[in-house]
């Protein structure tokens, strides 16, 4: 089975201020990885995916991530961020082969970016 | 590409009633997912459609719980019965069947709350 741990359930910053979102991961097979994100009374908005390759990868808004097989982590940054980045991040995971695709969810970390 | 709708977008309901949900997914795409979302945690997996064929289910889901994609394109979610503890946020999700099967893109959810 798969599982998800973030770290910070509430993660404050000021703006143009560097963050970083840790996610841990478990599990027994090869998976891929994934951040989303949520803003309020919206549905979940893809940030970036890690699928093979180089394990710095880039998603939209200026987000980064890094996976770390050995550390199982996969952890999102942003060097500088906006007020606009206020919103709910999940990690998520979902088996290379079989499982039919469902991606295994984080609890989620609350981003709050104050002026 | 218009992307993934969920009607209705809120449902307030009294225990015991009976409360259908229905998700269009982006039209080319023949895999449709429905995830549970409840208050200060990620989404958790529900169920999964390939064309109309319901291919996994979640223990999560109930014999109250049933969901349908009689013609491939549309889903509905539907909860008999319901619950306190079925007041959430449903979450439908959908994606190719190949090569970026392992995008899923959802839609804006619809909330449940039971009184």
């Given at each position: 089975a798969q599982s998800v741990t973030q770290l910070d359930s509430q993660v404050p910053v000021f703006e143009e201020a560097p963050v970083e979102l840790r996610c841990n991961y478990s599990s027994s097979v090869s998976v891929y990885l994934f951040w989303y994100v949520q803003y309020p009374n919206q549905g979940l908005q893809l940030l970036l995916k890690y699928?093979?390759?180089?394990t710095l990868v880039k998603g939209i808004n200026g987000f980064e991530a890094e996976f770390n097989k050995s550390q199982t982590s996969f952890h999102l940054r942003k060097p500088s961020v906006h007020i606009s980045d206020t919103a709910e991040y999940f990690c998520a995971v979902r088996k290379i082969?079989?499982?039919?695709n469902k991606l295994i969810f984080g609890a989620g970390t609350r981003l709050a970016v104050h002026p | 590409d218009t992307g993934v709708s969920q009607d209705p977008r809120h449902k307030i309901t009294k225990r015991g009633q009976n409360v259908t949900f229905r998700c269009d997914p982006i039209s080319e795409h023949n895999r449709l997912y429905w995830y549970r979302q409840t208050l200060g945690q990620g989404p958790e997996f529900l169920t999964y459609f390939q064309n109309e064929a319901q291919l996994e289910k979640s223990r999560?889901?109930?014999?109250r719980f049933s969901a349908e994609r009689p013609k491939g394109s549309f889903s509905t979610l539907e909860i008999q019965?319901?619950?306190?503890?079925?007041?959430a946020m449903y979450l439908c999700a959908s994606s190719q069947g190949?090569?970026?099967?392992?995008e899923q893109y959802f839609g804006p959810g619809t909330r449940l709350t039971v009184t």
């Open positions: 699928l093979s390759g180089s082969s079989g499982g039919y | 999560l889901l109930s014999d019965r319901t619950e306190q503890g079925d007041s190949t090569g970026k099967s392992y």
